[in-house]
Nanobody
Framework: QVQLVESGGGLVQPGGSLRLSCAAS????????MSWVRQQPGKGLQWISS???????AYTESVRGRFTISRDNAKNMLYLQLDSLKTEDTAVYYC????????????RGQGTQVTVSS
């Protein structure tokens, strides 16, 4: 069955970087669009980035230019490179299938916590 396992989160200072990973099983990441969504403390799910089957990418305004989505088809992995992190990026990050904001409604893994704090 479809399974998604996120990892790579942690505690980082403002301006720092992290690389999040999502291990997919039960399907191929090369066959579907994939997205990252996050849930900030006290808030609902927020779509932040998508990667289409043909490689098109999209980002929400607040992370554009700082985050980069990518995948490794051979490893069946999805990644999110987080650079120039801000305190407001503190959230639990999840990977999902689908493209755009609608992806927030799809199955997620357990998530990985990113905390940006000095």
């Amino acid at each position: 069955q479809v399974q998604l396992v996120e990892s790579g989160g942690g505690l980082v200072q403002p301006g720092g970087s992290l690389r999040l990973s999502c291990a997919a099983s039960g399907f191929s990441v090369s066959d579907v669009a994939m997205s990252w969504v996050r849930q900030q403390p006290g808030k609902g799910l927020q779509w932040i980035s998508s990667l289409g089957r043909a490689g098109a990418t999209a980002y929400t305004e607040s992370v554009r230019g700082r985050f980069t989505i990518s995948r490794d088809n051979a490893k069946n992995m999805l990644y999110l490179q987080l650079d120039s992190l801000k305190t407001e990026d503190t959230a639990v990050y999840y990977c999902t299938r689908g493209y755009g904001a609608a992806a927030t409604a799809n199955k997620r893994g357990q998530g990985t916590q990113v905390t940006v704090s000095s």
